[in-house]
């Protein structure tokens, strides 16, 4: 690590942002008014499955102060972010798919009177049979959601098999076999989605949106409002979180731009907490089927996984996700045989989607659970036997995954060695216990969703002796503070401050092409497409001085505001100067950089999902304490050590470790949302849907093991979404070490903790 | 039937025209147009609209403007005076405490009440204190670093004025 010396990488530096966010003073999208701006309600269906027989708005456009008003057919166009297969539209047509879908819209000078003119709108509807679980979805003669789709209520279904399964099974010294459920759960991010959405008599549209991918929308905002994509121009201003719940298109967007077309005036449409829920996109419940096996060292033979995914109505991110769950069965242990069958089901709920550690988090919780039980059973601790099947430095899944760097080993290590694990384990009186899991996720994508082979990052970065540094980068920061990271790289590379850098982003106009925040990819991808623009830059300007300083450019090099020799310490110029001169010779000084991750796909059905550049690690430990009165589960103490590569801003990094542990709590002992048998959602408030608050909240210990990936920017890899993934089985295995119960469904309530204990009484 | 009412908030009287069923949060958001208080759920459930009424936190989404005339209201834009910022939102700065920024405003109104109450409070006192703040980003440990952080801050500053 000697030659690495950085002056502005690793270093705690404060997000720009965050005084005007001390101070009230950053603009949401709720936090925008406009001009004769009008006020977008939603109305949304009393079915949760049902045909639509007519719908009746002449009431409503006759309200005073009513605008405009629109309905589905108005925009048929299908949207949705896999290109190929878009099953959404902006508002129902034909047919409602879950209680609380929009089928029209009313835009009005005065909220109330928008709420008002809902109330006047009539529509008809013809029942259709409601399935709110997988299970009636597939049963024989169930009426399809989609009635184009091929295979009734299976969305989409997968098999995958490597190595010899069945052989390696019978070959096993110990299988265990289980199911496995998890809850449907919200991302619950603080901010609702809010959209304001502007035409101009040139008919161009602008639109500002609380999104995580300003790219998408521009697309899918095109296809729907059908026109072409240099006339819509999307502008993300402060994002209160996403965590993947702002990783698509949302109805509210698309019904902003329809509404404001027809009104020809500007149209906000914001979200209430209760249409958060109905716009969803959470995490899928998945009831899992899964088998492992184990040999007599405790050295992991096979895996066979069958999983139900609960998908809700529409298809949204679907099958991505359901291909990514086939890829997390393979690390981060070495497993050579390895089968998965998945299915994702329509039903009658809002849509699932991408939520923080998409397709890691449920196969996680039942693999890290088995591998406790199998070690437990063996007589071994569980760390041992983590341990054992942990990946080296380097690593080739069977099915063809690279990973190229990972100190997983070292994660289980310092976790173990800093929670005291090993003096604990089994040794705690009734009622305390500890539980280990690990985890791991991608790091920089290589799977693009966006059909083309462009460059999955850009960035554009400008000097000038009068403005300074603009880097521009369609990278969005949704409050994880991937400007900062970006800026601090920047920095780096010029040898600037860190607070000279001006970053424009989340713009598809201002900033240049970037899928989007999602999928843990923004520092590996804009990073290394930042560092390529940067040193360009340092090409274009080194020449020039060396002229001025009467020297080779390749002696030179950045650093302190500065450009100098390397071998001469008297020689020397101000940085800026040269820019100037630079200018001053050839005119503007600016260059671009972009990143593809390297093409890896394995020659398989979803062959290409799961692939990634580079692959971030962890390891938890956490320590719980069961009142064995009220079966209240508190956890007390909570350890994590992770690989994040080198981490750009430790103080971030803590951060994005603390928020993924503690929404991953939630999870697992408290977040669900329940449904009543028609549809309805029971608890679409944060009364009822309990998120964690600082009160429930251990002592959290996290600590970045030492490592660096040479082949990423600046060594780092991704720190917010691998760490979510162990916490849920590394609590339910401490529940377990407490009082010897196995729980297999989520979320483990007090109730389920009192039924567990009074059934293990009767034994 | 509106109404024409005086409100002071931030140090500055407001005379408005308000119905009465009016609730705080809208008043103050969109017809005064101080938009750092934010809107989570609008039904009492996450403390993103919590401003300070005589010093004492409260929901501004379940108060009515109506029955705060007369009061002093604090939003965010009033805890710094000035180019100065308070010590509270240093600390929350400095700490880390700050990611997406949208429960901000209500955590750091409802520390400011706190440390009025209780200038060094315990880890557990702060936890209580904040207990009706949500927040989905930080895991809430730098908050509870900034809280314990203003608290010195502020002693500080306190100090040094006398
Ligand atoms: S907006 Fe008032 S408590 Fe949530
Ligand atoms: S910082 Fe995002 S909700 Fe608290």
Same mark, same amino acid.
């Given at each position: 690590?000697?030659?690495?010396?950085?002056?502005?990488?690793?270093?705690?530096?404060?997000?720009?942002?965050?005084?005007?966010?001390?101070?009230?003073?950053?603009?949401?999208?709720?936090?925008?008014?406009?001009?004769?701006?009008?006020?977008?309600?939603?109305?949304?269906?009393?079915?949760?499955?049902?045909?639509?027989?007519?719908?009746d708005?002449?009431?409503a456009?006759?309200?005073?102060?009513?605008?405009?008003?629109?309905?589905?057919?108005?925009?048929?166009?299908?949207?949705?972010?896999?290109?190929?297969?878009?099953?959404?539209t902006?508002?129902?047509?034909?047919?409602?798919?879950?209680?609380?879908?929009?089928v029209a &819209?009313v835009? $009005?000078?005065?909220?109330?009177?928008?709420?008002?003119?809902?109330?006047?709108?009539?529509?008809?509807?013809? @029942?259709? @049979?409601?399935?709110?679980?997988?299970?009636?979805?597939?049963?024989?003669?169930?009426?399809?959601?989609?009635?184009?789709?091929?295979?009734?209520?299976?969305?989409?279904? $997968?098999?995958q098999?490597?190595?010899?399964?069945?052989?390696?099974?019978?070959?096993?010294?110990?299988?265990?076999?289980?199911?496995?459920?998890?809850s449907?759960?919200n991302?619950?991010?603080?901010?609702?989605?809010?959209?304001?959405?502007?035409?101009?008599?040139?008919?161009?549209?602008?639109?500002?949106?609380?999104?995580?991918?300003?790219?998408?929308?521009?697309?899918?905002?095109?296809?729907?409002?059908?026109?072409?994509?240099?006339?819509?121009?999307?502008?993300?201003?402060n994002?209160?979180?996403?965590?993947?719940?702002?990783?698509?298109?949302?109805?509210?967007?698309?019904?902003?731009?329809?509404?404001?077309?027809?009104?020809?005036?500007?149209?906000?449409?914001?979200?209430?907490?209760?249409?958060?829920?109905?716009q969803?996109?959470?995490?899928?419940p998945?009831?899992?089927?899964?088998?492992?096996?184990?040999?007599?060292?405790?050295?992991?033979?096979?895996?066979?996984y069958?999983?139900?995914?609960?998908?809700? &109505?529409?298809?949204?991110?679907?099958?991505?996700?359901?291909?990514?769950?086939?890829?997390?069965?393979?690390?981060?242990?070495?497993?050579?045989?390895?089968?998965?069958?998945?299915?994702?089901i329509?039903?009658?709920?809002?849509?699932?989607?991408?939520?923080?550690?998409?397709?890691?988090?449920?196969?996680?919780?039942?693999?890290?659970?088995?591998?406790?039980?199998?070690? =437990?059973?063996?007589?071994?601790?569980?760390y041992?036997?983590k341990?054992?099947?942990? =990946?080296?430095?380097?690593?080739?899944?069977?099915?063809?995954?690279?990973?190229?760097?990972?100190?997983?080993?070292?994660?289980?290590?310092?976790?173990?060695?800093?929670?005291?694990?090993?003096?604990?384990?089994?040794?705690?009186?009734?009622?305390?216990g500890?539980?280990?899991?690990?985890?791991?996720?991608?790091s920089?994508?290589?799977?693009?969703?966006?059909?083309?082979?462009? @460059?999955?990052?850009?960035?554009?970065?400008?000097l000038?002796?009068?403005?300074?540094?603009?880097?521009?980068?369609?990278?969005?920061?949704?409050? !994880?503070?991937?400007?900062?990271?970006?800026?601090?790289?920047?920095?780096?590379k010029?040898g600037?401050?860190?607070?000279?850098?001006?970053?424009?982003?989340?713009?598809?106009?201002?900033?240049?092409?970037?899928?989007g925040?999602?999928?843990?990819r923004?520092?590996?991808?804009?990073g290394?497409?930042?560092?390529?623009?940067?040193?360009?830059?340092?090409?274009?300007?080194?020449?020039?001085?060396?002229?001025?300083?009467?020297?080779?450019?390749?002696?030179?090099?950045?650093?302190?505001?500065?450009?100098?020799?390397?071998?001469?310490?008297?020689i020397?110029?101000?940085?800026?100067?040269?820019?100037?001169?630079?200018?001053?010779a050839?005119?503007?000084?600016?260059?671009?950089g972009?990143?593809?991750?390297?093409?890896?796909?394995?020659?398989?059905?979803?062959?290409?999902?799961?692939?990634? @550049?580079t692959?971030?690690?962890?390891?938890?430990?956490?320590?719980?304490?069961?009142?064995?009165?009220?079966g209240?589960?508190?956890?007390?103490?909570?350890?994590?050590?992770?690989?994040?590569?080198?981490?750009?801003?430790?103080?971030?990094?803590?951060? !994005?470790?603390e928020?993924?542990?503690?929404?991953?709590?939630?999870?697992?002992?408290?977040?669900?949302?329940?449904?009543?048998?028609?549809?309805r959602?029971?608890n679409?408030?944060?009364?009822?849907?309990?998120?964690?608050?600082?009160?429930?909240?251990?002592?959290?210990?996290?600590?970045?093991?030492?490592?660096?990936?040479?082949?990423?920017?600046?060594? $780092?890899?991704?720190?917010?979404?691998?760490?979510?993934?162990?916490?849920?089985?590394?609590?339910?295995?401490?529940?377990?070490?407490?009082?010897?119960?196995?729980?297999?469904?989520?979320?483990?309530?007090?109730?389920?903790?009192?039924?567990?204990?009074?059934?293990?009484?009767?034994? | 039937m509106?109404?024409?009412?005086?409100?002071?908030?931030?140090?500055?009287?407001?005379?408005? &025209?308000?119905?009465?069923?009016?609730?705080?949060?809208?008043?103050?958001?969109?017809?005064?147009?101080?938009?750092?208080?934010?809107?989570?759920?609008?039904?009492?459930?996450?403390?993103?609209?919590?401003?300070?009424?005589?010093?004492?936190?409260?929901?501004?989404?379940?108060?009515? $403007?109506?029955?705060?005339?007369?009061?002093?209201?604090?939003?965010?834009?009033?805890?710094?005076?000035?180019?100065?910022?308070?010590?509270?939102?240093?600390?929350?700065i400095?700490?880390?405490a700050?990611?997406?920024?949208?429960?901000?405003?209500?955590?750091?109104?409802?520390?400011?009440?706190?440390?009025?109450?209780?200038?060094?409070?315990?880890?557990e006192?702060?936890?209580?204190?904040?207990?009706?703040?949500?927040?989905?980003?930080?895991?809430y440990?730098?908050?509870?670093?900034?809280?314990?952080?203003?608290?010195v801050?502020?002693?500080?500053?306190?100090?040094?004025?006398?």
């Open positions: 690590m000697s030659d690495r010396k950085f002056s502005v990488i690793g270093t705690d530096q404060v997000r720009k942002e965050a005084p005007d966010k001390a101070r009230g003073e950053a603009i949401y999208a709720d936090d925008i008014r406009l001009p004769r701006m009008l006020h977008g309600r939603i109305k949304r269906s009393d079915y949760a499955h049902a045909r639509i027989i007519s719908i708005t002449s009431a456009e006759a309200l005073p102060g009513v605008k405009a008003v629109v309905v589905g057919s108005e925009a048929p166009q299908k949207y949705g972010i896999v290109p190929q297969a878009p099953t959404e902006a508002m129902a047509i034909d047919k409602v798919r879950y209680h609380g879908e929009p &819209a835009a $009005a000078t005065d909220p109330d009177i928008a709420e008002k003119a809902l109330d006047l709108i009539e529509v008809e509807y013809e @029942p259709l @049979p409601v399935y709110v679980n997988t299970h009636d979805a597939i049963a024989e003669g169930a009426v399809a959601l989609h009635e184009d789709n091929k295979y009734g209520n299976i969305a989409y279904q $997968a098999r098999e490597f190595g010899e399964v069945d052989k390696a099974f019978e070959e096993s010294h110990l299988v265990i076999e289980k199911t496995y459920k998890t449907y759960v991302h619950v991010f603080m901010e609702p989605h809010s959209a304001v959405a502007r035409f101009d008599d040139n008919g161009d549209l602008r639109m500002w949106s609380s999104t995580q991918v300003p790219h998408y929308l521009h697309t899918m905002l095109s296809k729907v409002m059908d026109m072409p994509m240099a006339k819509i121009h999307v502008t993300v201003p994002v209160g979180g996403g965590f993947g719940g702002k990783g698509e298109a949302s109805n509210n967007e698309l019904i902003a731009a329809l509404l404001s077309r027809k009104a020809r005036r500007p149209v906000k449409v914001i979200y209430s907490r209760r249409e958060v829920f109905l969803h996109r959470g995490r899928h998945i009831e899992m089927k899964v088998k492992m096996g184990v040999d007599k060292e405790g050295y992991i033979t096979a895996i066979d069958d999983g139900l995914m609960d998908g809700g &109505a529409y298809g949204a991110w679907g099958i991505i996700i359901l291909f990514y769950t086939a890829a997390m069965l393979h690390l981060p242990y070495k497993v050579k045989n390895v089968r998965f069958f998945g299915r994702r329509y039903t009658n709920k809002p849509t699932c989607g991408p939520m923080r550690g998409l397709g890691g988090v449920q196969p996680r919780f039942a693999l890290e659970s088995m591998m406790d039980e199998l070690a =437990i059973k063996l007589g071994m601790s569980p041992e036997l341990l054992k099947n942990a =990946i080296d430095k380097k690593h080739v899944t069977v099915s063809g995954v690279h990973v190229r760097h990972s100190e997983y080993k070292k994660c289980l290590e310092e976790v173990v060695s800093e929670s005291g694990y090993l003096d604990k384990h089994g040794k705690l009186p009734f009622g305390k500890v539980g280990l899991a690990g985890g791991y996720y991608i920089g994508t290589a799977y693009t969703l966006y059909m083309s082979y462009k @460059p999955h990052s850009t960035a554009l970065i400008r000038d002796s009068e403005s300074g540094v603009t880097l521009q980068c369609g990278a969005t920061d949704i409050g !994880q503070g991937s400007n900062m990271v970006l800026a601090m790289m920047c920095a780096e010029l600037l401050p860190y607070e000279s850098i001006h970053v424009i982003s989340g713009d598809t106009k201002n900033a240049p092409f970037d899928l925040s999602f999928a843990s923004v520092t590996v991808a804009a290394s497409a930042v560092c390529e623009a940067a040193d360009k830059l340092i090409e274009q300007i080194l020449p020039i001085a060396g002229v001025a300083l009467g020297c080779r450019a390749d002696q030179l090099a950045v650093g302190n505001g500065e450009i100098y020799s390397i071998y001469e310490k008297e020397r110029m101000p940085f800026w100067d040269a820019v100037e001169k630079y200018i001053a050839h005119g503007p000084l600016s260059a671009t972009s990143y593809t991750p390297p093409r890896r796909t394995g020659d398989f059905k979803g062959g290409n999902v799961g692939h990634s @550049p692959y971030g690690f962890t390891a938890h430990v956490a320590e719980v304490d069961v009142d064995t009165e009220t209240e589960v508190k956890v007390v103490n909570y350890n994590e050590a992770g690989d994040c590569g080198q981490p750009i801003n430790p103080l971030s990094v803590e951060g !994005q470790v928020g993924s542990i503690v929404m991953a709590m939630g999870q697992a002992l408290y977040e669900e949302i329940k449904m009543t048998p028609d549809g959602l029971m679409p408030n944060l009364h009822d849907y309990k998120v964690p608050t600082m009160r429930d909240i251990p002592n959290i210990k996290t600590l970045a093991v030492e490592s660096y990936d040479e082949d990423s920017p600046f060594g $780092a890899k991704e720190a917010g979404e691998g760490p979510i993934q162990p916490t849920i089985p590394a609590i339910l295995n401490a529940i377990y070490d407490a009082i010897g119960v196995r729980f297999t469904e989520m979320p483990v309530t007090p109730e389920k903790v009192l039924a567990a204990l009074a059934a293990k009484g009767q034994e | 509106k109404k024409i009412i005086t409100l002071n908030i931030n140090g500055d009287d407001y005379d408005l &025209a308000i119905k009465p069923t009016d609730f705080l949060v809208d008043i103050v958001r969109d017809t005064v147009g101080l938009t750092g208080t934010k809107k989570g759920c609008n039904i009492g459930d996450c403390g993103a609209c919590t401003v300070l009424v005589d010093g004492r936190p409260i929901l501004s989404c379940l108060t009515l $403007a109506m029955s705060v005339v007369g009061k002093k209201i604090k939003t965010i834009e009033g805890v710094a005076d000035g180019p100065e910022l308070d010590p509270v939102q240093q600390a929350f400095d700490k880390g700050i990611q997406c920024g949208f429960c901000t405003p209500g955590m750091i109104l409802s520390t400011t009440a706190l440390l009025e109450r209780n200038p060094a409070p315990t880890e006192e702060i936890k209580h204190g904040l207990a009706g703040n949500i927040c989905r980003c930080t895991g440990v730098k908050i509870i670093d900034a809280v314990k952080h203003a608290a801050l502020k002693t500080k500053e306190g100090t040094d004025v006398r």
